[in-house]
């Protein structure tokens, strides 16, 4: 049972590229949820979902796209990166409402 | 809209000397508090959730409580392996998920 599982664990980017971070759970939750952290500002949400084929918008979704085809897969898309984007990404899973959430390692991004 | 601040932002120990940090918020209709650990260069790994006001649960040297507006991460004869950043966040009724504190960073010196 791997849990929640991101790759790649560290990027460096240029500033315009694209890229996708990726982010798998085996644990059939239907919660999945994406966010930064940033030294100082704490864990926050970027997009999440509630299922699959249903996504909304956190805290702080600009610049970037999400999409969920299953319920195993939560895809993270920086469209055109920048460096506000340098950050430390997490992948987080539920079962439901008001449960525990299982977070990924994290994927270590540096816009350059 | 839902807030979470934890204090003191770091927290310096000696082994053995028990403290609390703190996590106060605001949320509408609360459907849990939750605690985590997290060591560096990981990511957060669950610690307690609580529901009500005056529930408590105990793991190991940690006891977390929970009252109407804040919650408490109790260390007792903290040891150095328990230094980690503590995080707390709370679920809030609609489906948006977890919000979190910025974390309170606990040093424990030998």
């Known amino acids: 049972n791997a849990g929640v599982t991101q790759t790649p664990k560290f990027q460096v980017l240029k500033t315009g590229q694209s890229m996708t971070l990726q982010c798998a759970q085996d644990?059939?939750?239907?919660?999945m949820s994406w966010y930064r952290q940033d030294p100082g500002m704490g864990l926050r949400l970027i997009h999440y979902?509630?299922?699959?084929?249903?996504?909304d918008q956190g805290e702080v979704p600009n610049g970037y796209n999400v999409s969920r085809s299953t319920t195993e897969d939560f895809p993270l898309r920086l469209l055109s990166a920048a460096p506000s984007q340098t950050s430390v990404y997490f992948c987080?899973?539920?079962?439901?409402?008001?449960?525990?959430?299982?977070f990924g390692q994290g994927t270590r991004l540096t816009v350059v | 809209e839902d807030q979470v601040t934890q204090s003191p932002e770091a927290l310096r120990l000696q082994e053995g000397e028990s403290s609390s940090l703190n996590c106060s918020y605001t949320?509408?209709?609360?459907?849990?508090l939750f605690w985590y650990r997290q060591d560096p260069g990981k990511g957060p790994e669950f610690l307690f959730t609580l529901y009500s006001a005056g529930e408590e649960k105990e793991k190991e040297r940690l006891k977390a409580t929970l009252t109407k507006k804040e919650s408490f991460l109790h260390i007792t004869a903290p040891k150095p392996e328990d230094s980690a950043t503590y995080l707390c966040?709370?679920?809030?009724?609609?489906?948006?998920?977890?919000?979190f504190g910025k974390g309170t960073r606990l040093s424990v010196i030998a």
């Open positions: 979902s509630v299922g699959a084929g249903i996504t």
């Open positions: 644990m059939n939750h239907e919660y």
């Open positions: 949320v509408s209709g609360l459907r849990g």
């Open positions: 987080a899973s539920s079962y439901g409402v008001g449960t525990e959430a299982f």
């Open positions: 966040a709370v679920k809030g009724s609609g489906n948006t998920p977890l919000v």
